[in-house]
């Protein structure tokens, strides 16, 4: 088992940033990729990016790629999302998910798949007024 937490949400006007953090803890040596995810009101939940535990290695969608940063402490078990150049459209419950799967070379697709993730944190809530 893999808990996950996540913290860091909040309130932010358009154009600034925020850092979200996602605590793992448990068998957290099992865990190949971890994955941030979001889902707005009425929408469904999709992929934001994701990070090889192990190399390091990111993948964004393309709507953040030059604004958020993925970064790992392994010491810490934290994963961090940066997030810059807030747009209103980036409001959405954040959620982080862990994938104990190694799929080699093939994680990016299997990165992006929200039924890849074997544990979800419970969420955290970032609004971006303009």
């Known amino acids: 088992q893999v808990q996950l937490v996540e913290s860091g949400g909040g309130l932010v006007q358009a154009g600034g940033s925020l850092r979200l953090s996602c605590a793992a803890s448990?068998?957290?040596?099992?865990?190949?990729?971890m994955g941030w995810f979001r889902q707005a009101p009425g929408k469904e939940r999709e992929f934001v990016g994701a990070i090889r535990w192990r190399g390091g290695e990111t993948y964004y969608t393309d709507s953040v790629k030059g604004r958020f940063t993925i970064s790992r402490d392994n010491a810490k078990n934290t994963v961090y999302l940066q997030m810059n150049s807030l747009k209103p459209e980036d409001t959405a419950v954040y959620y982080c998910?862990?994938?104990?799967?190694?799929?080699?070379?093939?994680?990016?697709?299997?990165?992006?798949?929200?039924?890849?993730?074997?544990?979800w944190g419970q969420g955290t809530q970032v609004t971006v007024s303009s």
């Open positions: 448990g068998r957290t040596f099992s865990t190949y990729v």
């Open positions: 998910a862990a994938d104990q799967y190694n799929a080699e070379v093939a994680w990016v697709i299997r990165a992006t798949m929200t039924r890849a993730y074997d544990y």
